[in-house]
């Protein structure tokens, strides 16, 4: 068995695509999924699978499209890949509240992309993750999941330093 940790894109931001964590935790569990638990309201999963991404993400989205109706995208990384996008941060942690982790769902071999008015935010692409830096705050900055979707043609979603630390905490627990 691997423990992964899986990321749903754009759960319960806003009121849109409203998902009770504990239904969300029933539906795992009735996929077959082991040790199922859920970090905040923004679809963090940590759960136990012998089976592959691939099929992990596949069983959730369509599993999710079935019982409330939301075409969500998943993704899914091992404990090792998640060790290793922290460790490879490349920007000061020291205010956990301008940095940032943006997870792809799949490697892009681009390391650069047009993004205009991001002033003094910073980025680095690197394989599945986009590490991001943003001293004008996440409310101002232009660094985004759409804009990282739409320039690399990849499905992204942003998790706070705090946050993705937690889910490695629970994941190794």
């Known amino acids: 068995m691997k423990t992964y940790i899986i990321l749903l894109r754009g759960i319960n931001v806003s009121g849109k695509n409203k998902l009770p964590m504990a239904d969300l935790r029933d539906l795992l569990n009735e996929l077959g ?83 205009k008015g991001i002033n003094d935010d910073e980025y680095k692409i690197h394989d599945d993750m986009v590490y991001i830096y943003c001293p004008s705050t996440f409310a101002k900055t232009k660094l985004s999941n759409n804009l990282f979707e739409r320039k690399l043609n990849i499905t992204a979603t942003t998790r706070n330093y705090n946050t993705t630390v937690k889910l490695l905490t629970l994941a190794t627990a």
């Not at 599993?63 to 920007?91: C, H, L, M, Q, R």
């Not at 940032?100 to 799949?106: G, R, W």
Request: hydrophobic share 35%; charged share 30%; glycine share 4%.
């Open 33 to 115: 999924f082991q040790n199922v638990k859920t970090y905040i309201q923004s679809g963090n999963i940590i759960l136990t699978s012998e089976e592959s991404k691939t099929i992990i993400c596949k069983k959730i989205k369509d599993g999710i499209t079935i019982k409330f109706g939301y075409d969500v995208p998943v993704i899914a990384k091992t404990v090792s890949e998640w060790k290793k996008a922290i460790k490879n941060y490349p920007f000061p942690t020291e205010n956990p509240k301008i940095v940032a982790f943006v997870f792809l769902d799949k490697k892009t071999t681009e390391t650069k992309i047009e993004a």
